[in-house]
């Protein structure tokens, strides 16, 4: 066996982050979008990846799609940065203001990206739980942060895997207490979900970054999509760290006629709105405990701490959902993304099998 250059101490003491797939039936473990963008969208984004200049490089600058984001939410193009989903997004951001010496503070349990992408770049994390209804204590919260001074302070709202919403006024005060030290990201890849959103908060001279995706809520997780709002000042330094033409042309072209078909995402939403309704519901006359979302996905854990098998019973049964059993403080709960109204009823069905 020759030598085989060893990979960076912390990154080898770092275990990977797994989402595993199985080929079932009803896939319910990612958050997706169970329908598909409008048709008419496909016609288009077909029409115009069939007139591109395949031997040149993309629009580097984004130009036309950091326009209609920029119009989509009343801001200046120039407080758009977009990349290859909300993930290459948020490693961006760390690898300009994280790395050795820095440290984030995250909120746990929440979405597991936000420390994993500050591990593999070197950055230290602080995790503060939550409590035991995955609420945050606020005043512990303050003091956290002032007591850490993290570079980021990464915030979700709504949260994955919890579904519940930050406050306004949390957000606000969680801004005002890090102004002094840091920066604060709220992660809103569900925010259509939500009844409001921190862009509102939005100020040159504050440190709020905003995150977004189309990977859900816009039904296009295939295209890898991702944008942050935030002051001119982070956006410039964004583009000094993230690698020359790094998104493509079919991703630009995709993001940018999904814009146009904004009321239909609207309509996609208030289906998935209703449809939780019918989760919960299910779980309820089941008898499961479950905690309320405004997401597309409902946390919820079976009794007696059987989350692991009746994982187990409902992949048999074709169905998957998300195992979080054995994630640190979630212990024996699984999280089930809406779908469509046949997969919902073959997971409700599946379990009721299960617990009878
Ligand atoms: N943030 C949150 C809270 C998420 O749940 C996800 C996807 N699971 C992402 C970011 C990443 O989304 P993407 O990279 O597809 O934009």
Redesign the pocket.
């Known amino acids: 066996m020759s030598f085989r250059p060893p990979v960076r101490d912390d990154l080898a003491a770092l275990p990977g982050y797994h989402s595993p797939q199985l080929d079932v039936e009803v896939r319910l473990n990612?958050?997706e979008s169970p329908e598909p963008p409008p048709t008419a969208f496909r016609a288009e984004v077909a029409r115009r990846v069939a007139e591109l200049d395949w031997n040149r490089y993309p629009d580097r600058s984004v130009g036309e799609l950091r326009a209609k984001l920029a119009q989509h939410h009343q801001v200046d193009p120039n407080n758009i940065f977009v990349a290859?989903?909300?993930?290459?997004?948020?490693q961006t951001l760390l690898m300009a203001w994280g790395g050795p010496g820095r440290s984030v503070m995250t909120f746990e349990p929440?979405?597991a990206?936000h420390g994993q992408i500050a591990r593999v770049t070197g950055t230290h994390v602080v995790e503060i739980d939550r409590e035991s209804d995955f609420t945050i204590d606020e005043g512990e919260a303050f003091a956290a942060m002032s007591r850490h001074e993290p570079t980021i302070t990464f915030l979700?709202s709504p949260?994955?895997p919890t579904g519940l919403v930050e406050s306004r006024s949390f957000v606000e005060q969680s801004l005002a207490t890090v102004e002094p030290f840091g920066l604060l990201v709220v992660?809103e890849?569900?925010a259509q979900f939500s009844t409001w959103s921190a862009i509102e908060m939005l100020d040159e001279d504050r440190p709020l970054v905003i995150?977004r995706?189309?990977?859900?809520t816009w039904a296009m997780?295939a295209a890898?999509?991702?944008y942050l709002i935030a002051p001119q000042w982070i956006v410039e330094r964004l583009e000094t760290a993230v690698l020359p033409y790094h998104l493509d042309a079919v991703s630009q072209i995709a993001g940018s006629v999904a814009l146009d078909y904004e009321s239909e995402m609207q309509a996609r939403v208030a289906l998935l709105v209703e449809r939780r309704g019918q989760i919960q519901a299910g779980l309820a006359d089941l008898g499961i405990e479950y905690w309320p979302s405004s997401s597309n996905f409902v946390l919820f854990r079976p009794p007696s701490d059987t989350g692991q098998v009746i994982w187990d019973q409902l992949v048999a049964h074709g169905v998957l959902v998300r195992n979080c059993a054995s994630w640190p403080r979630l212990d024996g709960c699984l999280r089930v993304t809406v779908g469509t109204r046949a997969e919902n009823d073959a997971f409700l069905g599946a379990l009721e099998a299960i617990l009878n």
């Open positions: 990612t958050n290859n989903g909300s993930n290459e997004v948020l929440t979405y990206m979700c949260n994955n992660d890849a569900y995150s995706t189309f990977s859900k997780a890898r999509l991702g």
